[in-house]
């Protein structure tokens, strides 16, 4: 039982829900109450589909690859303190990333 409430809590700091919240926010500004439903209800759906997908073929395919755990864990710290340099010094590009939603991007499935 505790492993399931580390893991919760760990999967929930990665998702960080209540940071998303604004963001969902802005970008479905200009929609409706049905439409902002189902950009959510497909956005769910979408990441739920990628998290199961690597729960059950995560460790298949970095085998395969002959990746070991811990070079996996080591690269992904890096990624996560790149990405942390990169909202400390704003090089962020949200006038880009509403520019791709208006050209059509699905607004549910979007990095």
């Given at each position: 039982?505790?492993?399931v409430i580390h893991e919760f809590i760990l999967l929930w700091a990665?998702?960080?829900?209540?940071?998303?919240?604004?963001?969902f926010l802005a970008v479905t500004a200009s929609m409706n109450a049905a439409q902002s439903r189902k950009v959510a209800?497909?956005?769910v759906f979408m990441a739920a589909m990628v998290l199961l997908f690597f729960v059950v073929a995560g460790q298949l395919l970095l085998e395969t690859m002959g990746i070991p755990l811990p070079a996996f864990e080591i690269a992904?710290?890096?990624v996560l303190f790149i990405?942390?340099?990169?909202?400390?010094?704003?090089?962020s590009k949200p006038e880009e990333e509403m520019h791709l939603i208006e050209k059509g991007a699905s607004s549910a499935v979007f990095p």
């Amino acid at each position: 039982m505790e492993s399931v409430i580390h893991e919760f809590i760990l999967l929930w700091a990665v998702i960080d829900p209540i940071g998303t919240v604004p963001i969902f926010l802005a970008v479905t500004a200009s929609m409706n109450a049905a439409q902002s439903r189902k950009v959510a209800l497909k956005a769910v759906f979408m990441a739920a589909m990628v998290l199961l997908f690597f729960v059950v073929a995560g460790q298949l395919l970095l085998e395969t690859m002959g990746i070991p755990l811990p070079a996996f864990e080591i690269a992904g710290g890096i990624v996560l303190f790149i990405f942390a340099l990169t909202m400390i010094f704003g090089e962020s590009k949200p006038e880009e990333e509403m520019h791709l939603i208006e050209k059509g991007a699905s607004s549910a499935v979007f990095p």
